[in-house]
């Protein structure tokens, strides 16, 4: 998810990595079959731990199908980013490693990743694959990685607690206004229930959940080439005014404000948050506490938006194995690994030709899912981490003082955004 805290990458210094003109032949260069080779290599996967489960259902089946096999490592997620820039700078990086999209673009530009395109160009579906995630990993019009879980942001409300409230189980908010309506009502039963919840001390957690209602009502956050930050709008200071409501209104959570994101989605999966926006991929862990309700995140009033983030994966520069590696890449962009383990388990398709299979059809919830993430964004900036991720990034700041204090700094707060992603 994009609510990992990262740290840019220059103060691990990664820079004296090299650019990419170091790296390893691109295996389209290279030459070799569509799918690679596959002959019993033993190759090595990182993966960050939010994607723990995805990964080993996806790792547990290409092993039993293939000769290949990958040995999967899961690194804590406040490790992930220091880990990768240690082995990036002794040459130590594993075959395959999955990266947080919001920063795949730093992590293409200092050539950790080997050329795909070629490789991409042939595959039959290759323009069903996430624009997204493509476009967030192509660098010197060169594509570097493969979408390998999509995360898009949706809302949740709890189905028990708006029946107890007096509101329709069945009717999620269609605007953020009518959210905010939906959390006091729900606050209102009292007790340890609380109508919302959020990561206030958490900048990606508030990138992946507010972001989408802006794009909601039509606009961006970002200029197109990611320098310059358009969080001061009056869309977006109209999304602040309910989010301080609701704090003003003590509608939220006692622990939202100093909430870092290690455990904001808990509240909702202890049964005690009415409405919040919420990462789709924890829907089946959710459900086995809540009666769950799924609805798009809204723009102040009305439309809907996602975030689409999760993780975007490639082949490494150190990789001396690259033709085995494509192997599972271009196993994982098959309708075996998309329908039959990511759908089954309930995640979202990389593949806009397998949106519609029998596992997604079978929940509506699912089908929401689906359908709002064709609707989404993946916003790109080669600083995106240091200007909205990082612990203090001026993005938090903003929210901070617009939320929990007297929103007097918004433009001045937006312009340290802009002056961080023109770094």
């Known amino acids: 998810m994009a609510s990992t805290l990262?740290?840019?990458?220059?103060?691990?210094?990664?820079?004296?990595?090299?650019?990419?003109?170091?790296?390893?032949?691109?295996?389209?260069?290279?030459?070799?079959?569509?799918?690679?080779?596959?002959?019993?290599?033993?190759?090595?996967?990182?993966?960050?731990?939010?994607?723990?489960?995805?990964?080993?259902?996806?790792?547990?089946?290409?092993?039993?199908?293939?000769?290949?096999?990958?040995?999967?490592?899961?690194?804590?997620?406040?490790?992930?980013?220091?880990?990768?820039?240690?082995?990036?700078?002794?040459?130590?990086?594993?075959?395959?490693?999955?990266?947080?999209?919001?920063?795949?673009?730093?992590?293409?530009?200092?050539?950790?990743?080997?050329?795909?395109?070629?490789?991409?160009?042939?595959?039959?579906?290759?323009?069903?694959?996430?624009?997204?995630?493509?476009?967030?990993?192509?660098?010197?019009?060169?594509?570097?990685?493969?979408?390998?879980?999509?995360?898009?942001?949706?809302?949740?409300?709890?189905?028990?607690?708006?029946?107890?409230?007096?509101?329709?189980?069945e009717a999620p908010p269609t605007s953020l206004t009518e959210f905010a309506e939906h959390a006091k009502t729900v606050d209102a039963l009292g007790g340890d229930v609380d109508g919302t919840f959020f990561g206030g001390n958490c900048g990606g957690c508030l990138v992946f959940t507010w972001f989408p209602s802006v794009w909601a009502a039509g606009e961006d956050v970002m200029t197109e080439d990611g320098t310059e930050s358009l969080l001061a709008s009056e869309t977006a200071q109209e999304v602040y005014s309910v989010y301080k409501d609701l704090v003003d209104s003590d509608a939220v959570g006692a622990g939202t404000r100093d909430e870092t994101g290690a455990t904001w989605v808990a509240p909702f999966q202890e049964g005690k948050v009415g409405v919040m926006p919420y990462p789709a991929t924890l829907l089946s862990t959710a459900d086995e506490t809540v009666d769950v309700g799924v609805a798009p995140i809204p723009g102040p009033d009305g439309g809907e938006s996602t975030f689409v983030g999760g993780d975007g994966i490639g082949i490494s520069k150190d990789s001396e194995s690259s033709e085995q590696a494509w192997n599972f890449l271009s196993w994982l962009m098959s309708e075996e690994a998309q329908v039959e383990v990511l759908a089954q388990n309930g995640d979202v398709v990389s593949r806009a030709d397998l949106i519609d299979n029998e596992y997604t059809s079978a929940d509506p919830r699912v089908v929401t899912i689906n359908e709002v993430a064709s609707k989404g964004r993946t916003p790109v900036a080669r600083n995106f981490q240091q200007a909205f991720n990082a612990p203090n990034s001026p993005w938090l700041t903003l929210v901070r003082n617009a939320v929990f204090e007297d929103a007097s700094s918004i433009e001045e707060d937006n312009e340290e955004i802009t002056a961080v992603l023109q770094q």
């Open 6 to 169: 990262v740290i840019g990458l220059t103060a691990l210094g990664l820079a004296a990595c090299g650019g990419g003109s170091d790296a390893p032949e691109s295996t389209a260069e290279a030459g070799g079959s569509p799918e690679g080779v596959d002959d019993g290599t033993t190759l090595s996967l990182w993966t960050r731990a939010p994607l723990e489960k995805q990964a080993n259902l996806l790792v547990d089946a290409y092993n039993a199908s293939h000769e290949n096999q990958v040995e999967l490592t899961i690194v804590p997620n406040d490790d992930y980013v220091a880990k990768v820039g240690a082995a990036a700078g002794s040459d130590g990086l594993p075959d395959l490693f999955a990266a947080d999209i919001v920063y795949v673009p730093n992590w293409a530009e200092q050539g950790l990743f080997q050329d795909l395109t070629g490789r991409i160009d042939q595959l039959d579906f290759a323009e069903e694959i996430n624009p997204g995630h493509l476009e967030a990993g192509t660098y010197d019009d060169k594509q570097h990685v493969l979408p390998f879980v999509l995360d898009v942001s949706v809302m949740f409300y709890n189905k028990d607690l708006y029946e107890q409230a007096g509101l329709d189980p």
